[in-house]
């Protein structure tokens, strides 16, 4: 699991990256603030890269596809912005789902609750919340230290997630 984790890592680098960037830019208030992306990795090399409209049109078309390469010697993360609630109230975050595509699939879904503010980095990134596993015993210590390996692995999203980051 441990190149799945890292990858997860190293997505959520990115993500936080591109959020910091987009939510410079005046988007209109429908416009998601970070498009979807979904991430092939087989080992340690990025197998491909799918954003946005090179993705399947929907979320379950992207579930047939990931079933469609399994069972398969590969990781795949999938990134979208959404708003979820915690404690009674609607917040923005960065949902990350995470596959092995093994059979039975090992995953898990990360959360990464943020707010807009106002200043450089526009953003402000809160601690990553775990909301399902399955197949999988989820152990923050370990996961942690491979997380921040992938997360490392980009350097300028490490750089905006170390700016940003709140617990």
């Given at each position: ?12 680098a ?28 087989k ?20 579930a047939?596809l ?18 979820i609630?915690?404690d ?12 092995h595509?093994?059979?039975?699939r ?62």
């Open positions: 699991m441990a190149p799945t984790i890292e990858l997860v890592g190293s997505c959520a990115e993500a936080a990256h591109n959020l910091a960037q987009n939510l410079k830019e005046d988007l209109p208030a429908d416009e998601p603030v970070l498009l979807p992306s979904l991430v092939l990795k080992g340690h090399k990025r197998q491909a890269i799918l954003y946005d409209t090179a993705l399947p049109k929907t979320f379950q078309d992207i047939d990931l079933d469609k390469l399994s069972p398969a010697d590969l990781d795949a993360v999938l990134v979208k912005d959404g708003r609630t915690f009674g109230k609607k917040t923005d975050a960065v949902i990350i789902e995470a596959h595509l093994t059979r039975p090992i995953s898990f879904t990360l959360v990464i609750p943020y707010e807009k503010i106002a200043g450089d980095p526009p953003l402000r990134l809160f601690k990553p919340k775990l909301v399902s596993a399955e197949n999988f015993e989820f152990d923050w210590t370990a996961f942690n230290d491979v997380f921040l390996k992938g997360l490392e692995s980009n350097a300028e999203g490490a750089k905006v997630w170390n700016a940003c980051r709140r617990d």
